[in-house]
């Protein structure tokens, strides 16, 4: 079950200030939840003792975006964004890993992509102001900024370093899906496996095992396949064949991949 808001009014502080109480993911209590430690926000501008600029939360995005958002945690589960709610505020992820899904009509649950720090969800309806296309819930534990809509809009327009990262996650969506659409149309399925992995991989894989490239998200094959846009058995037989010639290894639902082009390679 996720851990839904019941109504997503947003706390008018800074994310230095935020406190636990006023959170505005849903919440469970007892047995149920055991809520992590609010991660630590940086100090004013980001600035040392000793005058040195420490790094920053989020690379990508100017520093005074902590001064007009609230810093909010959440659960694994946690419902993050409602497909068909209102686009009020925005959030960008700032620890942790998330599940961009959409229910279909007859209910069939269809994973979309994973966003992790950095990734802004509700991009479209910030856009165009209509209800959000989409579901998006906490794969891990984790936090994020929440902005109000409007003055994200207002934050955009006065700096363009903002614009620039704005611009950039939409061009990578729009780009995501146009490859989605015509991979499902065109390409053998084995080929849209490999694809997902390979670009996992290249977003959040890990260097430094002697297996090759680690991919650790924890998905399920079931998750992976409608990822890929496939069913179950097809994506266990084609890892299955992957790993037999020793394009992938895989320990439960970790992924090692030796050589990441050859995995990429059609």
């Not at 992509?113 to 950095?118: L, N, P």
């Not at 849209?192 to 090759?212: K, Q």
């Not at 890892?239 to 992924?255: A, C, H, Q, Y």
Request: net charge positive.
């Amino acid at each position: 079950m996720h851990g839904v808001a019941t109504e997503l009014s947003l706390p008018r502080t800074s994310a230095r200030s935020l406190t636990p109480q006023s959170s505005v993911w849903g919440t469970r209590t007892g047995a149920e939840r055991q809520a992590p430690h609010a991660p630590r926000a940086p100090e004013e501008r980001n600035v040392r003792g000793d005058g040195a600029r420490s790094p920053r939360v989020l690379p990508a995005w100017p520093d005074e975006l902590l001064e007009v958002a609230a810093l909010q945690r959440f659960d694994r589960h946690d419902l993050l964004q409602q497909q068909g709610a209102e686009p009020t505020h925005v959030t960008i992820m700032v620890l942790g890993k998330a599940l961009r899904e959409r229910t279909s009509r007859d209910g069939e649950r269809v994973l979309l992509d994973v966003h992790a720090k950095g990734d802004l969800l509700g991009l479209a309806g910030y856009l165009d102001g209509a209800a959000h296309a989409d579901t998006v819930v906490a794969h891990t534990r984790g936090a994020a900024l929440v902005i109000p809509r409007e003055v994200f809009q207002s934050f955009v327009a006065r700096f363009p370093e903002a614009r620039r990262e704005l611009d950039r996650q939409v061009g990578r969506r729009v780009r995501q899906e146009i490859l989605r659409s015509v991979g499902l149309a065109t390409e053998r399925v084995e080929v849209r496996i490999r694809t997902v992995i390979a670009d996992l991989a290249d977003r959040f894989g890990s260097h430094g095992d002697v297996r090759g490239v680690m991919l650790d998200l924890g998905l399920t094959r079931a998750e992976l396949a409608s990822l890929c846009g496939t069913t179950l058995e097809t994506v266990i037989r084609t890892v299955n064949r992957l790993r037999e010639r020793g394009l992938v290894d895989t320990d439960g639902r970790k992924f090692f991949l030796p050589d990441l082009e050859a995995v990429r390679a059609h």
